[in-house]
């Protein structure tokens, strides 16, 4: 049996633009069929991942012919941001999955730092790729995106005319609206800080608070994520410790029926969450104490307080029932703490 070449190309595709469009067709004269990976899948909405894996491989798959297409296979992989080497292997597993393995070309372009992943294959043929320019400047999503949310057309010069198309639907929609009003929130905070003489790096509290299969969540009442789930915390007074910060805003955003002193001792363990993109406020650290209370007993009352709308006690088996609502890493960081290690100490 022949073997089949294939080319992989790794993209997040928000949205997908004439860069993107070049690679693909350059794979497609040089390669039997495309593998096309896209990124943050079921990742929430957010002014970075505003649209679905469906609505990006439909701005894909409208660029090209049907003849095309048919030799174009579109897949998507969740981010995993606290662990490169599952992310490789989920990848890894799509390329096995859906190729023979026998010949394999990455394609991509070494945008910054950000494109480091593109050194984690070296079983396969790399062919970095140059970016392409447009009125002077470097196709970017980064870019495109803002120009979206500032109201400057210039964007449309970026995209093919089918995205054009898909993109100026969505500017009609409230979803679009709200991106608009987060993305302005966060610009007008990050200024609020931009004369300091370092650019700041805040640091916050989180509780994973786990008990009987559950875990405690609130509702966000404020910009940014309002309306998604996340974790109880907030920043680091500057007299009070960790632990401190972590019970004191746990009670305030929860008013979980326990006391203090039995919150502190239920504490067994902390961790450091620190992707840089974790926050689109700021560098933010985040320090994340994993709380389990006795399962012995009823699940205390909870009451949303605060900052938070509502406070909720969600079975283990529901959060990814939701994964698309949580605010920005806080599904990664209950993974983290709840993947086989709960209740084995």
């Known amino acids: 049996m022949t073997k089949t070449s294939y080319s992989v190309f790794i993209l997040r595709g928000q949205p997908f633009h004439l860069g993107h469009k070049s690679i693909v067709q350059k794979a497609l004269k040089e390669t039997q069929a495309v593998l096309i990976i896209v990124g943050s899948y079921r990742s929430p909405v957010t002014i970075k991942n505003p649209w679905s894996f469906d609505l990006r491989e439909d ?8 003849d095309d297409n048919a030799r174009i296979l579109v897949k998507p992989i969740r981010d995993f941001l606290y662990s490169i080497h599952t992310w490789v292997t989920s990848l890894q597993s799509i390329v096995t999955a859906n190729t023979d393995s026998a010949y394999i070309t990455l394609y991509g372009h070494f945008k910054d730092d950000s494109s480091f992943y593109l050194n984690l294959f070296p079983q396969w043929k790399l062919v970095p790729m140059s970016n392409i320019k447009m009125i002077d400047t470097s196709i970017d999503g980064t870019l495109i995106r803002k120009m979206m949310y500032e109201g400057d057309s210039t964007w449309r010069c970026f995209v093919p005319d089918y995205v054009v198309n898909k993109i100026e639907e969505y500017i009609k929609t409230d979803e679009f609206q709200r991106m608009v009003r987060e993305y302005n929130f966060i610009q007008k905070y990050k200024k609020s800080w931009e004369k300091a003489p370092y650019p700041p790096t805040f640091v916050t509290t989180d509780a994973v608070v786990v008990q009987a299969g559950h875990v405690l969540l609130v509702v966000r009442g404020k910009e940014p994520g309002k309306g998604y789930y996340a974790l ?3 920043f680091l007074n500057q007299k009070e410790t960790i632990k401190q910060c972590t019970v004191r805003e746990l009670k305030e955003e929860t008013k979980i029926d326990v006391s203090a002193i039995v919150l502190e001792k239920s504490i067994t363990e902390t961790a450091t969450f620190d992707h840089p993109n974790r926050d689109f406020r700021g560098r933010t650290l985040t320090h994340a104490s994993l709380i389990e209370l006795d ?13 938070a709308a509502e406070a909720v006690w969600m079975p283990f088996n529901e959060l990814g029932l939701h994964e698309e609502k949580f605010y920005a890493d806080h599904l990664h960081i209950i993974q983290w703490f709840t993947s086989g290690k709960l209740y084995n100490r």
């Open 59 to 66: 701005m894909i798959r409208g660029c090209f012919s049907s």
């Open 295 to 307: 399962y012995n007993r009823p699940l205390p009352k909870v009451k949303g307080a605060d900052d």
């Open 232 to 234: 109880p915390g907030g």
